[in-house]
């Protein structure tokens, strides 16, 4: 007779309840403060601003949802379903603007498309117009913020697109070409369709990050419940109105949570050919393969490399010294926030795996479930969510300490690192658990039979057997979440300690002044570190 599997240890059942509910902790504290903050508030914001907030992250969503699709979709199908010149180079090319935060092309853009930047000060000189003879598009726009975004979220719809067309069999693609279909229509009517739910939840992906995007749209003047969030928290000093807008973007943030898992869960489909016989790649010649080039090299071009030059000419005309004291500063302060924040969440999605691995059931899937919750929350919500109540919690027992000692305990949660630590711990773990779910599936059920044969117990097994596996898998969970944590802004506004400025405050900052050379110098090193995940995706692609 067998031996059953052990249970998990209780001491690792509750760490992973823990977590999971620090990353609901907040999302229950912004719903109840928003409950609690009256009608009044509320009733302003309908009156108000409230309209324009759902107006604007509407069409927005709409015009990045267009955006990524297009791009992402168009440049899948041709790097994998064609062959032109620098095919080789574009299917990886074409995951480099995956580094950039949106907020930083925008500081570039801006340089370069602006009344006083390159493009328009050399229309102005050689077509000899004046000021007002001539119309140029408005990058600080909601057209711009949109442009913004699609640039660097395409490559999410991208990545997933490619990878669905790569496992389809061309046996159907084919029985479409036979029938007399033209190589589009075949494209439209059999391949796109099989592919759709991969590419919905790419597109998901890239609504979720355009929602709780802060710095773009801020930058850009753009109203949304985003900025509202910000605006009425620190403007205004309206916690409530704050919480209520909070509230606002949470329900659309969990829907579209709902979505992605479905669509997640509904991506495959049963095709007995599958694996026995590839789609023949169209070799696109003279003209076509032009074409083909120019349409996969502009993303390359406009999400990449023209951001990089203008940065790169915006930093070298700037009077920011990297090596001075202050700016050393913000370096440290950003690498401590960023790998403290990468470990901690790693740690936590090993718990959280392995509780599953080791109990699997309704309950361990419902802490990984919730604990998955925060990815699709925007950074300011998380941030309202939790300083709520650690603000009612301290300021309650300073009131207590000074009532029954008189001594003053002041501030001891709000404001910390640690607080802000869990705030990205609650955000980005979806990411860390994504990457040690992958590299779990690689730890065969009969290693841990083979463990427990040997007498070792659940937590020997982990870290004997299953961490060595596993070692490729957390180094990149490590530096997505590192990455991650470098580039978010909202949250890092709104709950870093006094004075405990990161590289994204201090681009953010210098570009609120309107001093873009001076954002540029911060923004190329955010740029320069994301690029390190990328460059580990682009090989994982190459080597596929």
């Not at 003879?133 to 408005?138: G, Q, S, T």
């Not at 995007?213 to 985003?226: N, P």
């Not at 969970?477 to 944590?485: C, G, Q, T």
């Amino acid at each position: 007779m067998s031996r059953r599997a052990p249970r998990a240890p209780r001491a690792l059942s509750g760490a992973a309840w823990m977590i999971a509910v620090i990353c609901l902790l907040p999302m229950i504290a912004v719903v109840l403060a928003a409950l609690t903050g009256g009608t009044d508030t509320i009733v302003s914001l309908v009156s108000t601003v409230l309209g324009r907030y759902a107006v604007n992250t509407g069409l927005l969503i709409v015009l990045v949802s267009l955006g990524t699709f297009l791009v992402g979709v168009g440049a899948a199908w041709l790097v994998t379903m064609t062959r032109f010149p620098g095919v080789r180079f574009f299917e990886i090319a074409l995951v480099l603007p995956l580094a950039f935060p949106a907020y930083v092309l925008a500081y570039a853009y801006t340089s370069v498309l602006d009344h006083p930047g390159i493009v328009q000060s050399t229309l102005r000189s050689v077509m000899g117009w004046g000021p007002r003879d001539y119309w140029f598009p408005e990058i600080r726009s909601l057209g711009g913020a949109a442009l913004m975004l699609v640039f660097v979220l395409y490559p999410y719809v991208y990545l997933l697109a490619r990878a669905s067309f790569l496992q389809q069999s061309g046996s159907t693609f084919m029985a479409a070409r036979a029938l007399g279909a033209r190589p589009l229509a075949a494209f439209l009517t059999v391949s796109l369709p099989l592919a759709r739910p991969a590419i919905a939840a790419g597109v998901l992906l890239a609504v979720m990050e355009t929602i709780a995007d802060f710095g773009t749209v801020a930058y850009f003047g753009v109203q949304t419940f985003a900025t509202g969030i910000y605006t009425s928290w620190f403007s205004l000093g309206d916690r409530a109105g704050a919480a209520q807008l909070a509230v606002c973007l949470l329900c659309f943030a969990l829907l579209l949570a709902v979505l992605e898992r479905a669509q997640r869960g509904q991506a495959k489909y049963h095709d007995p050919s599958r694996g026995q016989k590839h789609q023949p790649p169209l070799h696109l010649q003279g003209a076509q393969g032009w074409i083909a080039m120019v349409l996969c090299g502009l993303p390359v071009l406009l999400g990449a490399i023209i951001p990089i030059i203008a940065l790169i000419s915006l930093g070298l005309g700037s009077d920011q010294d990297l090596l001075s004291a202050r700016y050393l500063g913000f370096v440290r302060n950003s690498l401590v926030l960023a790998s403290t924040a990468a470990v901690l969440t790693v740690i936590a999605a090993i718990g959280l795996g392995f509780y599953q691995r080791m109990q699997p059931g309704r309950l361990s899937s419902s802490a990984t479930y919730i604990s998955r919750l925060g990815y699709a929350v925007p950074g300011g919500v998380i941030a309202v969510g939790l300083m709520v109540p650690f603000a009612a919690f301290d300021n309650a027992l300073d009131a207590w300490m000074r009532a029954t000692f008189d001594i003053s305990t002041g501030l001891l949660l709000t404001g910390s690192i640690w607080l802000l630590v869990c705030a990205y711990m609650a955000r980005f773990l979806a990411a860390a658990l994504g990457a040690y779910e992958g590299g779990q599936a690689l730890v065969h059920a009969n290693m841990d039979a083979a463990s427990r044969s040997l007498g070792k117990g659940p937590f020997a097994t982990l870290r004997r057997v299953h961490l060595p596996i596993l070692t490729p898998s957390l180094l990149t969970a490590l530096l997505i979440v590192f990455v991650d944590v470098m580039k978010e802004l909202p949250a890092t506004l709104i709950m870093r300690p006094f004075n405990y400025d990161t590289l994204a405050v201090q681009a953010y900052r210098l570009a609120s002044d309107e001093r873009l050379e001076g954002a540029a110098v911060p923004s190329l090193v955010i740029v320069a570190v994301g690029l390190l995940p990328v460059i580990l995706i682009c090989r994982q692609v190459g080597r596929r």
